[in-house]
């Protein structure tokens, strides 16, 4: 009777397909490792952008928010809150950007980088624990986003009334200072009034990117203001 014989692997070839087992796990594992790292990279890069585009579409809204908010300033007289000039401005919003409902202070303005570029910087100081009521106090200022980066030069300038008196006609505006139009500088602790429009140009070399916003229309009672009448606010 012949000797069945059984069919089996040689040691020498157990060892050749572990060692190809092997390869192919390390290039699976380093392949995957590899792609999960570009996968997390590339969505830490989408959230970012989308959250930068989502913040940016929403700044139009946050600034035509600015209102005329009333405090208390040196001498305790009610004014209206507005301070702007070539490099930015500070008011308060009724709406915060990241909290719908709540006002907030707001300061946009511009920061020159390492690389003597310039960039467009949104804060905002949110009134949860604490209103603003005196020009005394501080802002602490916790949300902070950079709107716009990599410009050559960035200006503001506000589109209003010279004053409020001028508005009201009861004043002129000094020679040489129209009553109405373009300034480089507004201040409403001053003027007793916001102004009309704000315009933000960003220069790139020859580029040029202009911005223009509305700001809330303010009632005529404002024009009523002066030091003698606050009773009436």
Known sequence: MARKIEAGFSLVELLVALTIMSLTMLVGSYAFSTFSNKWGQDMGRFA???????????????????????VENDTGNARIYFE?????????????????????VIRLSVVQEQDFTYSLIYEEWQMYDAIFTKLTEDFDFTHRFNVMSNY????????????ADVRGRVASAPIGQPE??????????????????????????????RWEFNVVDQHPRWLLWNDGQNDEV
């Open 48 to 70: 970012s952008t989308f959250s930068q585009a989502k913040q940016t579409t929403l700044l139009p809204r946050v600034i035509r928010g600015i209102y005329p908010y009333v």
């Open 84 to 104: 702007g000039n070539s490099d930015g401005f500070v008011g308060v919003v009724q709406n915060s950007m990241f909290d719908s409902q709540t006002p907030a």
């Open 152 to 163: 050559s030069d960035i200006q503001f300038e506000y589109y209003g009334w010279y004053s």
């Open 180 to 209: 109405r139009g373009w300034y480089r500088n507004y201040n409403s602790l001053a003027k007793n009034l916001l102004p009309e429009r704000l315009r933000i140009t960003l220069t790139r070399g020859e580029e040029k990117l």
